[in-house]
């Protein structure tokens, strides 16, 4: 077991190292940061000391290493638009994006399993089919589309909820929440179910082809010839045995949400992470697009990892092979 813990945060060690080089090449070779930092009149010498300040005369590895030491230690330099330190603004931002993600997936499991259920019931009933034929198109229509349907229904047309913002929050120390306010409680609803859709979508199917698996199992046909009520059968007995990949799949497109959330909050407007992103491309402020993908990244690296090992110890199969 410990071997093969060792291995699978060696490989996510070792992933990550690629990303930093990845953002550690943006950041060095997607514009000059001493001219993105000095205004027109500064001088040649003043030029220059920033650049020896910034350690920019030293060679490509020397510089790589000092990247990927001070991001370890949560050091990504000042952002170039702001003068802040990228860290803290994406701390700021950080506790947005948690909210919308969190409410996303709670979303997405509360509808998408009882969905996935029933159509693996109803298999072959116009009903089922439909929903089978609803949960395509809602796969194919893009995010900013739904988002901004949403917007016009909901908002625009009849005025039930906010179309942008984050509504009113409150502090509670450095994370910022609007779960414990009206407005921002109502904000969250659109963009959460807008982010949710296609995770709804990606449970429920796969709820349903586990579900239609285990009703095949021997244990259910003698359930059922004990006579075991069908309400106690699909969904205690069959449906027990179908979350392990439901779970599995979840914690691994957590970190999707996460990074593809920025979409879903530039239509809406939502002050997170992923709009701090759009906004450093805007404004070509690498520090923070630096930033962003080394923390996504880790964060979607740690989600599989965890995963793994979730597995290796509920399977001894694995961590024979």
């Known amino acids: 077991m410990l071997v093969f813990l060792v291995k699978r945060v060696g490989n996510a060690a070792l ?3 690629a990303v930093a080089l990845f953002a ?24 220059d000391e920033l650049r020896d300040r910034l350690g920019l005369n030293a060679s490509f590895p020397e510089q790589y290493a000092r990247f990927v030491t001070r991001a370890v230690q949560g050091d990504f330099g000042i952002s170039w638009r702001n003068q802040q330190e990228v860290i803290g603004l994406i701390a700021d931002r950080f506790p947005a994006t948690f909210e919308l993600v969190l409410i996303a997936t709670i979303i997405s499991l509360v509808v998408g399993i009882p969905l996935g259920v029933l159509t693996a019931i109803g298999r072959g009933r116009w009903w089922a089919e439909g929903m089978q034929t609803v949960s395509i198109v809602g ?27 984050r509504g009113e929050t409150v502090q509670l120390g450095w994370w910022s929440t609007g779960f414990l306010t009206q407005s921002g409680r109502a904000a969250l609803i659109l963009p959460a179910i807008s982010l949710s859709l296609f995770q709804i979508t990606l449970v429920m199917r796969l709820v349903r082809a586990e579900m239609l698996e285990v009703l ?8 059922r010839a004990r006579g075991v009520p069908a309400r106690t059968l699909y969904f205690r007995h069959a449906l027990k045995n179908c979350l392990m990949p439901v779970i599995t799949m979840t ?10 959330a920025l979409v879903t909050e530039t239509v809406f407007q939502w002050p997170g992470m992923g709009m701090l992103f759009m ?25 599989n990892t965890v995963v793994d090992i979730a597995y290796a110890v509920i399977d001894p199969r694995l961590r024979a092979s």
Do not use: H
């Open 216 to 223: 095949r199992a021997d244990f259910i046909k003698f359930a």
């Open 15 to 17: 992933v990550m190292l």
């Open 279 to 303: 906004q450093a491309i805007t404004f070509v402020d690498i520090p923070v697009m630096a930033a962003y993908l080394c923390i996504v990244s880790f964060i979607f690296v740690a989600l």
């Open 139 to 165: 796969v194919s229509l893009p995010s900013f589309i739904v988002g901004i349907l949403l917007i016009l229904v909901f908002s625009v047309s009849l005025g039930w909820l906010p179309g942008y913002g």
């Open 251 to 260: 914690a691994m497109q957590v970190g999707n949400l996460i990074a593809f």
């Open 24 to 47: 550690f090449m943006i950041f060095r070779f997607l514009g000059d940061p001493v001219e993105m930092m000095m205004n027109e009149s500064a001088t040649q010498v003043e030029r």
